[in-house]
């Protein structure tokens, strides 16, 4: 975390708000990769898959189970923080394409690190879930005012995202949508804003347990102080890659 001075608001810059939900999704690439896949064997299990697993060994599998528990409070830092970008960003155009940069990168460093396979079909890396995010974003406001019509097709739009998400099977990307929707409608007002976001979090719990942990990013979120920070473009959409580069290195040099 950045280091604020004298003059500076209280609270975590966007910034750090980024570096907290990459290192939870750094836990839950060791959690899946290092544990489940090499450890355990067991893939990227859901939660009744590890319990089983516990038989066999206890110790990890508990510890998988924790890894999964915190990556999923990464989700409401990341749907907040997309929020917050497609906001404020001057072209939509460009900042969407970055965004599909990262995730197409990402693919592979994901497959290593989380599969130990250079390609592989079952899941996608949860950058494409920030794509689909977008889009959504991007649909909602074309779509403005709380008109019967309008209403409609921000439900619609939701629908069909969560859809989309389950059939292309991006890496946590329903809960996002969810996530993403509740942060929406309570845009304009921060305290029901984030209440609305933990009560997304609270229903993703629906679509895998692991995400009971997940209204605790929103208490990271609570700590914005509304400052994007000092860091570099490049660095910022390089940053998840190169770290499950170095997850993937890691578990290859350990088994």
């Not at 009560?199 to 347990?209: F, K, Q, R, Y």
């Not at 994007?228 to 998840?240: D, E, F, I, P």
């Amino acid at each position: 975390m950045e280091r604020l001075s004298d003059n500076s608001p209280s609270g975590i810059s966007g910034n750090a708000l980024r570096t907290w939900g990459l290192l939870f999704l750094a836990a839950g690439a060791i959690g899946r990769g290092l544990l489940q896949t090499r450890l355990l064997g067991v893939g990227s299990a859901n939660t009744q898959q590890l319990l089983a697993a516990m038989d066999a060994n206890m110790g990890a599998a508990t510890l998988a189970i924790v890894l999964q528990a915190i990556e999923a409070c990464a989700m409401p830092i990341f749907a907040f923080l997309l929020l917050e970008g497609f906001q404020h960003t001057s072209n939509f155009k460009n900042y969407l394409l970055r965004v599909l940069g990262v995730a197409v990168l990402s693919e592979i460093p994901y497959n290593l690190a989380v599969s130990a396979k250079l390609l592989d079909t079952a899941t996608r890396n949860p950058v494409f879930g920030l794509v689909l995010g977008l889009v959504v974003l991007y649909l909602y406001d074309r779509f403005p005012g709380k008109t019967f019509q309008n209403v409609l097709i921000k439900v619609l739009v939701t629908v069909a995202a969560l859809v989309w998400a389950s059939m292309l099977n991006i890496e946590g990307a329903s809960c996002l949508v969810v996530i993403l929707a509740c942060l929406w409608a309570f845009r304009a007002k921060p305290m029901l804003r984030n209440f609305a976001g933990a009560t997304g979090a609270i229903v993703c719990s629906m679509i895998s347990p692991f995400y009971m942990a997940s209204p605790m990013g929103i208490l990271v979120v609570h700590m914005y102080n509304g400052e994007k920070g000092n860091v570099n473009r490049m660095v910022s959409y390089l940053a998840y890659p190169a770290l499950l580069l170095l997850v993937a290195a890691a578990c290859w040099l350990v088994f």
